[in-house]
């Protein structure tokens, strides 16, 4: 299975993405985590990257797709993967067919998960994530133990983009702007799968699985 997950900040790609990584015995990989994990390590990439993430501006196409691509073409991606935050740009979306287009792969689905603006915002201000595995949270359904997470042990944090109003409404005008656009890119080559993001996370996923 190889799935590309779009939608809003606040819509539940991360906890959807991780949910259908475990069913279809995929990896998850989504590239706002593996920025973070560079940042918080201090790596070359990090470096690169930070000033980008932290102020909820997209890091350049060319380095994103250069990340990514390298991802993909480690041993547990053989038998698919899921993305959960690329392609966010017409660029993107055309790297990812080209690169399968040379490896006679195809994708399965690009699923958009919606929700309204004010529910982003709402679920973003209230948003905890972990560290080290990045698992989400939120403040009315916290971990069982003191802001460590319950997957892994890891502390669990705000993130510095979430702090702000002004920057979660900044990620969100991008969104409109640069990644919506993939409605109608992916609409023509018939993957795209509109998904309802109202609801339990356990809701939601219904209606994904029954799309796919
Ligand atoms: P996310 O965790 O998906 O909200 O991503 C956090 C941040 O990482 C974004 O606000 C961007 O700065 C950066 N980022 C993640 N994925 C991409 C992408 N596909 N293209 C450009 N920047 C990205």
Not at 186 to 192: I, R, V
């Amino acid at each position: 299975m190889r799935l590309v997950v779009f939608g809003p900040q606040g819509a539940g790609k991360g906890t959807q993405g991780a949910m259908l990584a475990e069913k279809y015995g995929i990896p998850d990989i989504a590239t706002g985590d593996i920025f973070r994990w560079a940042i918080s390590g201090g790596t070359a990439l990090g470096l690169q990257v930070k000033e980008y993430v932290e102020s909820g501006s997209l890091v350049p196409d060319e380095l994103t797709i250069q990340v990514v691509l390298e991802r993909l073409n480690a041993d547990d991606c053989l038998n698919g993967w899921l993305l959960d935050g690329f392609p966010r740009s017409i660029a993107q979306a055309e790297a990812l067919d080209s690169m399968l287009s040379e490896s006679g792969d195809s994708m399965d689905a690009a699923l958009v998960i919606e929700v309204p603006e004010d529910v982003s915002v709402r679920r973003l201000q209230g948003r905890r994530v972990c560290s080290k595995c990045g698992r989400n949270y939120h403040v009315d359904v916290p971990p069982a133990r003191d802001w460590i997470c319950d997957s892994c042990g890891g502390e669990v944090v705000e993130r510095t983009d979430d702090h702000e109003e002004r920057k979660i409404r900044h990620r969100l005008a991008l969104y409109h702007a640069t990644t919506e656009p993939l409605k109608e890119y992916y609409a023509e080559s018939g993957l795209l799968r509109e998904i309802d993001g109202l609801g339990s996370p356990d809701e939601v996923f219904a209606r994904i699985v029954e799309v796919l």
